[in-house]
């Protein structure tokens, strides 16, 4: 009886999004070229001019975007369906997950233009979604039809309120085919990436169909995904977080109490030795609030991925680092707060943020991230 | 300021005695900037000034001496040089310059070393596989101890985490209740009650002087826990919040007590990211993304020994590369294997890696039949729903509706233990009283109702924020006005790699421990055997933080008294299997090349139905994966016989047959999940035939083991550790009974 009643009431809420559908996802594809020619990382030329530049740091190789479609229901994850084609359709799709819940933070990635987790996005939202998106969230090279013209990025590259036009640098480049978010760092480089051959290569690689298909993104049931922007591409979906862990560690991500920074030595061995605790430091309710939030930060990079002004963090250290370092700030244990302040208050630290709080939209831990940063450049101000 | 040409930039590197270890002329030794570590462009300009080296570059990295110096500098400012206060304490580095004398000035290591070593060494002092709790704790109670002795010792050890995820993505930032420890912060606590309480959870398995060990130092470890930076949830006076928990008593078995610190319902989180911030504030050295593939480990020279760890084989995941890295002591800090079943509430990375590689080294595992279940994974995703959800009103009820947990466990109902609770559910299921969940309507019905309409709604949101969210989230369901879906959900792996409370790997042989020299492990993939049959809750944290503390410091303790350190790296013991796993490798990925759909025909599949036919699964490790969780979760999820356990081992010899096959689709190396996962599943596998054999072997009941051929615990032959080894050798190590004779387990 109960169960009955139940499925009903179920049903009532979802129940199309229960039954399985095709649906198609269009992911930005890339295999990086084998590197024999890059041992030890390091510059071969360096000996002779250390100003030499060998060219382009993004990788090379083939980029492409790949359809596939399964049936699905709309209402389980976009991590589900991707596991789903790993399993029974292509082997060779690679992005990164874990946990599969929201709380590792590995599967972060674009999803119909939005910085999203693969782990908590459900395909029903992104279809409903990819119907309402703006245009300017939509990916370039999908709205035009025409992987080779961009229209405007998908994010603006500086915190002024202009919308922003004008043709990036590399707009023509040949990577931003299937990479457009990426931009951005072709922009700084000096050099192109990828020669002519690799233009047609890549282009030759994008099935006729789709070009014609993505004109109606919003009528057709079609999800898509791309590495998130700010970070480079590895291979796939997978980016490279280094640079993101790298400006989190710059500002010192970490409890410094003076009992244990003052005379470590002591502290580590009273801490091997003895079995007798000493006491907790105290704090109260009241102080915990004031970090409380920041510290459930899981350092997935959406934040990083959705402000303009990040792009890979050569104009700004990014959100997650200043939310990592405001989680310090206001833990009443931390005794450098003031230190903390001075090494935020850089052109690139706090002061790099514009206030356009498009950081707070995609956490997923439900950091107002906007807000906090605007608590950061008054706390410095003071 | 003086402006300064690159070329006149020297930095050295120096270790805390003084000792000159490196000292490059930036200009000779490429400082290189670029979008990605290593990756050399335009360095234009230095100056420098006291405090603070400022260079001009074109965005990018700066590289010193094969490491990363710093990412991305601004326009015109990189923060070369840490003040000396925040300075790493076992290395720092100086600068000065060539030209015009300047003060030489101390930076911390911290901005020195990037978070992937540029380029790994071939040998180290220790090597700790896993960066979990586990993983971190020991690298911390290393450096810590360490530093304790320096005045002691002149060495500086090499020491790197190697770690198939990023740190921060270990599935301990998934633990959610709390960690045990008699703090008696809110109410009159005693270690001996938690000592008392674990032994009884154990159903008398566990060792009693590790559990003794781990309740008398628990408060200590939380401690450290809390200094180190866990958000703790506190108490009005400030104090370290506590809450109760499933099996926590007072006075031996007395009313419930509050032993579990917690921090809100994200404990684990709160750990990990706690223990990786010190690791990173010590300069701990990680791998990120290697995959451990080998461990080498020379077998008994004599009667005496165990052997001696040589070193690993480890697969750089971003360059596709297999490396040797010879080390001096090696730990195991891997994690449990939740997904050797179908339903788990363990992470998809958890495929008892470091088990795996023991048995395959030709060490032994112990009480590896022994397999947590928790009663409320939600439906088909494992998802966990705490135990909360039915401690604050929650009803489990079967397909007739009936509230069938009074029938099981009169008086506890349905906060039963946890191996009470999941065995009534399956019971349920068995007697054909399930349901579907509601997701998969014409699937099995091999669910039952979690009913929590009773709750009041704002008291759910309240005090269930995570459970209701989640429900929300992966069912569509509004648990105030629908049943939720749940099935017992595979949890934690009791048994493990047999260690010492000091963390050694030994081999139970002749009747008593021999120590592998070298080999340490910690947290789930180990067994002290603090959990014996059955865990306690808020025992896990503690356990991986405890004695992966105490491993560090047993490896700090031997490393002084060692002999001089070879620097001579001498990889033959290794070369064999480098080489056995490169062959390996390349089979994998010629058959990409030989295999049918190079990536972009795959493409041909659009818009057809995906091909689940034989071919595609056979030759996929993850449909492999799935076959084997289905398998396992029939033989021996929660209850199992000898018939359910002897299908699952002939399953299992086809799945072996299959595993042989399988091959990569992309011969391209670099960042190859497909590789990954099918040593993956060869783990699995090799783990999987471990867990049957044990399962097959203990002819009893006890804890989370429940053989209805055999449904009674059975002291006389069964008070002992089944020791099994990859060829299926069984020998039986008696349990450490020290203060607690062994009674009924009843709650």
């Keep these: ?382 | 300021m003086n402006a300064l040409i690159l070329q006149q930039l020297t930095l050295t590197f120096r270790t805390a005695k003084g000792e000159s270890r490196r000292q490059r002329t930036i200009a000779e030794d490429h400082a290189m900037t670029g979008n990605h570590p290593g990756f050399g462009v335009v360095m234009k300009r230095i100056t420098y000034e006291p405090g603070v080296a400022r260079m001009t570059s074109q965005g990018g990295d700066l590289t010193v001496g094969g490491y990363l110096a710093a990412r991305d500098p601004p326009d015109d400012l990189i923060h070369l040089l840490g003040e000396g206060k925040f300075g790493h304490k076992t290395h720092s580095a100086r600068v000065s310059r060539h030209g015009p004398e300047g003060p030489p000035l101390s930076t911390g290591c911290d901005s020195i070393n990037g978070m992937n070593p540029q380029k790994v060494r071939n040998r180290y002092d220790a090597v700790i596989v896993g960066a979990g709790a586990a993983g971190l704790s020991t690298a911390l109670g290393l450096y810590r101890a360490l530093e304790s002795n320096r005045s002691e010792s002149s060495l500086s050890p090499k020491v790197l985490v190697v770690s198939k995820l990023q740190p921060l993505r270990s599935h301990t930032g998934s633990a959610e209740g709390g960690i045990a420890a008699s703090l008696g912060n809110q109410e009159k606590d005693d270690w001996h009650w938690h000592y008392y309480d674990t032994i009884k959870g154990s159903d008398w398995l566990a060792d009693q002087d590790a559990v003794r060990i781990l309740a008398e130092q628990a408060p200590g470890i939380v401690i450290e826990l809390e200094h180190d930076g866990v958000a703790f949830s506190r108490t009005e006076d400030g104090h370290i919040a506590q809450r109760k928990f499933g099996g926590h008593t007072a006075d031996y078995g007395g009313h419930p007590v509050r032993r579990a610190a917690y921090a809100a319902d994200r404990i684990g989180h709160q750990i990990l990211h706690a223990l990786w911030q010190q690791c990173l504030h010590l300069g701990v050295e990680f791998a990120e993304e290697w995959y451990v593939t080998d461990l080498v480990v020379d077998p008994p020279a004599d009667e005496e020994s165990g052997g001696q760890a040589r070193g690993l084989i480890v697969l750089d995941t971003h360059a596709g590369k297999l490396q040797a890295i010879q080390a001096d002591n090696i730990v195991l800090c891997t994690g449990g294997a939740g997904r050797l079943f179908h339903t788990t509430s363990n992470s998809w990375d958890l495929t008892g890696d470091g088990m795996a590689l023991a048995l395959q080294a030709g060490l032994q595992l112990e009480d590896v039949e022994f397999i947590q279940f928790h009663p409320t994974g939600l439906g088909h995703t494992g998802i966990l729903l705490s135990e909360a959800s039915r401690a604050e009103g929650g009803v489990l009820r079967n397909s007739q509706g009936r509230a069938f947990m009074q029938d099981y466990a009169p008086g506890h109902g349905d906060l039963a233990a946890r191996d009470v609770v999941s065995r009534s559910i399956m019971a349920e299921i068995d007697a054909g009283r399930g349901v579907a969940d509601p997701s998969d309507p014409d699937g099995p019905h091999d669910c039952v109702w979690l009913d929590m309409t009773g709750i009041d709604g704002q008291r759910m949101t309240a005090l269930l924020p995570q459970v209701t969210e989640t429900i929300h989230r992966y069912a569509q369901l509004d648990p105030t006005v629908d049943m939720v879906p749940v099935k017992p959900t595979a949890h934690y792996t009791m048994g493990g790699i047999p260690i010492t409370d000091r963390g050694r790997v030994y081999r139970w042989q002749d009747g008593r421990r021999r120590v592998v020299d070298g080999l340490f492990a910690a947290g789930e993939c180990s067994c002290v055997s603090v959990h014996g049959a059955n865990r306690l809750g808020g025992n896990s944290l503690l356990d991986a933080c405890l004695f992966g503390t105490r491993t560090g410091q047993t490896i700090a303790a031997a490393m002084p008294k060692a002999d001089e350190p070879n620097d001579m790296t001498d990889t033959s013991p290794l070369a064999p299997a480098l080489q056995r796993r490169q062959a390996f490798m390349d089979v994998l990925l010629a058959g990409a090349s030989k295999a049918e759909p190079t990536e972009p025909a795959l493409a041909d599949n659009q818009g057809e139905e995906p091909d689940t036919g034989d071919d595609a699964s056979l030759n996929n490790p993850y449909a492999l994966m799935g076959r084997l969780g289905r398998l396992m979760e029939e033989a021996v999820a929660v209850r199992c016989d000898q018939s359910s356990i002897e299908r699952g081992l002939r399953g299992l010899d086809h799945l072996d047959a299959d595993a042989r096959q399988l091959h990569a689709h992309s011969d391209t190396a670099v960042l190859n999940q497909e590789v990954t996962a099918i040593m993956e599943v060869d783990n699995l596998l090799t783990l999987a035939r471990a867990v049957l054999n044990a399962s097959l072997r203990r002819q009893e009941s006890r804890g989370a083991l429940y053989r209805s051929d055999y449904p009674q615990r059975d002291d006389e032959h069964y008070l002992a550790h089944t020791m099994i080894d990859a060829n299926e050798n069984v020998s039986w190590q008696p349990v450490h009974i020290v203060d607690m004779p062994p009674k009924g387990r009843n709650y």
């Design chain 1, 1 to 382: 009886m109960t169960s009955q009643s139940t499925e009903s009431d179920g049903s009532k809420a979802s129940g199309s999004d229960r039954d399985p559908r095709p649906v198609t996802f269009r992911i930005a594809r890339f295999t990086p070229r084998p590197q024999s020619e890059r041992p030890a990382r390091t510059n071969p030329f360096s000996k002779s001019n250390p100003f030499a530049t060998t060219g382009s740091r993004r990788a090379r190789g083939r980029r492409w975007t790949q359809e596939y479609t399964i049936r699905i229901a709309p209402q389980r994850t976009v991590l589900d369906a991707l596991l789903q084609i790993k399993r029974e359709v292509d082997p060779t799709l690679n992005f990164r997950y874990s946990c599969g819940h929201g709380m590792c933070g590995s599967d972060a990635v674009l999803i119909n233009g939005r910085p999203d987790l693969l782990c908590t996005a459900t395909i029903a939202d992104c279809l409903s979604a990819s119907k309402t998106m703006p245009n300017a969230y939509a990916s370039p090279g999908v709205v035009n039809g025409t992987p080779q013209v961009q229209q405007s990025p998908a994010f603006r590259r500086t915190g002024t309120a202009t919308p922003k036009t004008a043709i990036p640098p590399s707009a023509s480049h040949p990577d931003s085919v299937s990479d457009s978010t990426a931009s951005d760092f072709s922009a700084t480089d000096p050099v192109g990436t990828a020669g002519p051959a690799e233009l047609s290569e890549a282009t030759g690689l994008i099935d006729a169909t789709h070009l014609t298909k993505t004109s109606n993104i919003a009528e057709s049931s079609a999800v898509e995904i791309r590495p998130l922007p700010g970070f480079t591409p590895l291979r796939d979906l997978i980016v490279d977080t280094d640079a993101m862990f790298e400006q989190i560690r710059r500002f010192k991500p970490y409890l410094l109490h003076n009992d244990s920074s003052a005379d470590g030595n002591q502290s580590a061995q009273a801490k091997a030795v003895d079995t007798k605790p000493s006491s907790e430091y105290r704090q109260t309710p009241e102080e915990l609030a004031r970090y409380e939030l920041l510290s459930t930060c899981i350092a997935c990079g959406l934040c990083q991925g959705a402000c303009p002004i990040y792009a890979g963090g050569e104009a700004f250290a990014g959100p997650a680092a200043m939310i990592a370092a405001a989680r310090f700030i206001n833990d009443s244990r931390d005794s450098h707060r003031q230190e903390r302040l001075e090494a935020i208050d850089q052109v690139d630290g706090i002061q790099a943020c514009q206030s356009i709080r498009a950081c707070t939209r995609p956490c997923p831990r439900g950091i107002d991230v906007g807000e906090e940063m605007w608590k950061l450049v008054e706390a410095v101000k003071e």
